[in-house]
């Protein structure tokens, strides 16, 4: 393929199949998904930084994926309203299109064919448990990893320094890629130049969130680390087996294999090393070292097996397992291989769907794991908002499709600081010396006012405190691992 026809065409195809993930997924985005667009909708529509459209909040894990759903929001809102599946639709295709014009860069300079490119970007965005949490970073640590990768073998330290800034305000964990591609890639040579780039970029956003939000790291950090597991042996080193395999075997099946291909290709890489030391073979070992440093940084920190916490790994370790057999393999097979990569990977993710989620575009993805359906998620937060109006209602534990589709105050740790406030000071108390004296130097500035009455709450029938007879209820669960249940809607005052 001519190169000019190659970097033209990639980027196309990436496109499509960018736009086409986010179609099979747009009717069923999980309920954290839809906590990244309501801060997406508030920010775009009135310039405020929180999940509900009155208090301002630091639980958005991703600040640039938000950046980009808002502009999103901005693109379709003369065309299709405040239309957030849009939105997510349009970001996720233009992702798409960076990450595979990133690959075309690495098989380029490899001296590959650009099938392999595309064979890459498939198999890691039909990973089941990428597509299964689209809209939350998945997408944009992928792309923001893919253009380190590029920057790094092209050895071109500025634009290395913006796609690690691009990767540390997608998530700040993803410093584990960052870190070994700048030593391993000829970026290297001039490493201040890409350190100085990436400070100059990201440290603007994390200075303005430390004085304005009251910290400078997402408060998600304190949310999450303080849950620990999802229950005896759930945790994220084992949750895979534990948690996901149990319910979704085909899932991890899938998820895994690309994964552990990577490992053993990977393995072949670094005692290739020693032979041939090319900037293209010292890449994908750094990006395949980063996929198994960040699972075991997750390891460590006891975190619970979130799905999305999988991903960054999988997408590493599938993408070294892709084009690192290209550069294995080099000429005895030209397109063949990437195009069987191709449609296993799609007949992997085919084969995930649960029978009850079909037709396309699904209902709830292969791994999902919420109270309730994003359906019936919508249409009882459409119902809510009618029925309190601008009143504060307390969340019943999972808030982010209803408060997207209220549209109302909603309100729990996610979105209210001062509701927060308790679980962050015991955090800081419970962290060691190091980690504690940081935790307290990052909220110098926090203050979260005092919590305000909420007239309103939402509680499953099956709560531990049953809720009384309310104002309304609505069944839910269908179709999920959960036992069919109820949600009710009663006044505060009621349930005492």
């Known amino acids: 393929m001519p190169s000019l026809t190659r970097r033209t065409v990639l980027p196309l195809f990436g496109a499509v199949v960018g736009a086409l993930a986010a179609w099979v997924a747009s009717r069923g985005l999980i309920d954290d998904t839809y906590i990244t667009l309501a801060y997406a909708r508030n920010l775009a529509e009135h310039g405020h930084w929180g999940m509900t459209p009155g208090i301002r909040s630091n639980a958005a894990t991703s600040p640039l994926n938000v950046a980009l759903l808002a ?21 996720t295709t233009v992702l798409g299109a960076v990450a595979a014009a990133c690959a075309g860069v690495v098989v380029r300079r490899a001296g590959l064919s650009a099938w392999w490119a595309a064979a890459g970007v498939v198999v890691v965005l039909a990973n089941p448990f990428l597509l299964s949490a689209l809209g939350l970073e998945v997408v944009l640590v992928f792309t923001a990893v893919t253009a380190l990768l590029a920057a790094g073998v092209a050895g071109r330290p500025a634009l290395y320094g913006v796609a690690a800034a ?60 303080s849950q620990r597991n999802f229950g005896e042996g759930r945790t994220y080193l084992r949750g895979l087996w534990t948690h996901y395999w149990p319910n979704t075997p085909l899932a991890v099946a899938v998820s895994v294999a690309a994964a552990a291909v990577g490992l053993v290709v990977l393995l ?21 070292l980063g996929g198994v440093g960040y699972f075991a940084v997750y390891s460590v920190l006891g975190v619970p097996p979130y799905q999305w916490y999988y991903v960054p790994a999988m997408a590493a370790l599938s993408f070294t397992a892709v084009l690192g057999l290209g550069l294995l393999l080099r000429d005895r097979v030209r397109r063949v291989l990437p195009v069987v990569l191709s449609a296993a990977a799609l007949g992997g993710l085919a084969a995930t769907v649960p029978a009850a989620a079909w037709p396309l575009p699904w209902a709830y993805p292969p791994v999902f794991g919420n109270f309730a359906t994003p359906a019936q998620y919508r249409q009882i937060g459409a119902d809510v908002g009618e029925l309190v109006g601008d009143q504060r209602v307390t969340a019943p534990g999972e808030i982010g499709t209803l408060a997207y589709a209220c549209d109302c105050e909603l309100i729990d740790q996610f979105s209210d600081p001062a509701v927060l406030q308790p679980l962050v000071e015991a955090r800081i108390a419970d962290a060691g010396p190091v980690l504690g004296r940081l935790l307290e130097w990052n909220y110098t500035h926090r203050d979260p006012g005092p919590a305000q009455p909420t007239p309103w709450v939402l509680r499953w029938r099956s709560a531990a405190i049953a809720p009384p007879e309310g104002v309304e209820q609505w069944t839910t669960n269908a179709g999920t691992w959960q036992s069919p249940d109820e949600l009710v809607l009663f006044r505060a005052q009621d349930g005492r």
């Open 71 to 91: 502009l999103g929001f901005l693109v379709v809102g003369p065309f299709a309203g405040a239309d957030g599946e849009l939105a997510l639709g349009v970001v």
């Open 268 to 288: 072949v890489l670094l005692l290739t090393l020693v032979r041939r030391r090319e900037a293209v073979r010292t890449g994908l070992v750094g990006l395949g």
């Open 166 to 225: 691009a990767a540390l305000l997608a998530r700040l964990d993803t410093v584990v890629f960052v870190g070994l591609l700048a030593l391993l890639t000829p970026v290297v040579r001039r490493l201040h130049v890409a350190v100085l780039t990436c400070c100059a970029v990201a440290l603007p956003w994390f200075v303005t969130s430390w004085f304005w939000l009251g910290s400078a790291i997402p408060d998600t950090f304190v949310i999450k680390t």
